[in-house]
């Protein structure tokens, strides 16, 4: 594993209360990503990261916010939590081949369970 | 629209060999596949990737016809521990929010 740890493990917040998730990575790697796992629907991306203050849309990115300010620290914020947004968060990391692609493994964490009552 | 399928489930015993399949449109020619296993309460783990026809490592195959449009992943002789998820993802040319995951395929290994 790539040293990933996201905190905190386990969230129980209110609807229309901000959160913010953070994963940590300790190997260096240039990409990272936020997915979010619903039954029925797999992985899901909300929002990645290329690089330092590079950051770009995923599939199911509305209600998501991120930043990434450092290398090892990928921000996920919930601007204002609703119950739809209930779920199991996964970061993941991503050493590219040079050039830029984005075809090496992905190295997840072990996930943030949100309850947004 | 980029988009992945798999079987939700599949039943089978130790020692078998299993193969799952992954069905993806509109993917070109070098467009990565992937295959990863999860575990309750865990983030997924990768298990093989490739891009054309025949990938093999200690753990698993992965075949890829001519058309592209599937990838079957191979297990050649399951046990109780690889009762898992197993999700294909698909980097549909250059990945960022063309990175598709499957649903999902629940693989169940019983005696």
């Known amino acids: 594993d790539a040293g990933i740890t996201q905190s905190p493990r386990h969230k129980v917040t209110e609807t229309g209360t901000p959160v913010t998730l953070r994963c940590h990575q300790t190997e260096n790697h240039r990409y990272m990503y936020w997915y979010r796992q619903d039954p029925g629907h797999g992985l899901r991306l909300i929002h990645y990261?290329?690089?330092?203050?590079?950051?770009d849309k995923g599939e199911v990115s509305d209600g998501y916010s991120v930043s990434r300010s450092k290398t090892e620290d990928f921000l996920l914020t919930l601007e204002s939590a609703t119950s739809s947004q209930t779920s199991v968060y996964f970061c993941?990391?991503?050493?590219?081949?040079?050039?830029?692609?984005?075809?090496?493994?992905?190295?997840f964490g072990p996930g943030t369970r949100l309850t947004v009552l | 629209l980029a988009k992945t399928t798999q079987p939700i489930s599949m039943d089978s015993y130790e020692g078998q060999e299993v193969n799952i399949t992954c069905s993806h449109n509109?993917?070109?020619?070098?467009?990565?596949i992937t295959w990863y296993q999860q575990f309750p309460s865990q983030g997924p783990r990768f298990i093989i990737q490739g891009y054309k026809t025949k990938v093999t490592n200690e753990v698993a195959s992965l075949f890829i016809p001519a058309d592209r449009k599937s990838s079957t992943l191979s297990l050649p002789r399951v046990s109780l521990s690889d009762t898992a998820v197993y999700y294909c993802?698909?980097?549909?040319?250059?990945?960022?929010?063309?990175?598709?995951f499957g649903t999902g395929t629940q693989l169940k290994v019983e005696l």
């Open positions: 993941a990391t991503q050493d590219p081949l040079r050039g830029g692609s984005s075809t090496d493994t992905q190295y």
């Open positions: 509109n993917i070109a020619t070098n467009d990565y």
């Open positions: 993802l698909v980097d549909f040319t250059g990945g960022g929010n063309k990175l598709t």
């Open positions: 990261s290329y690089g330092v203050k590079d950051t």
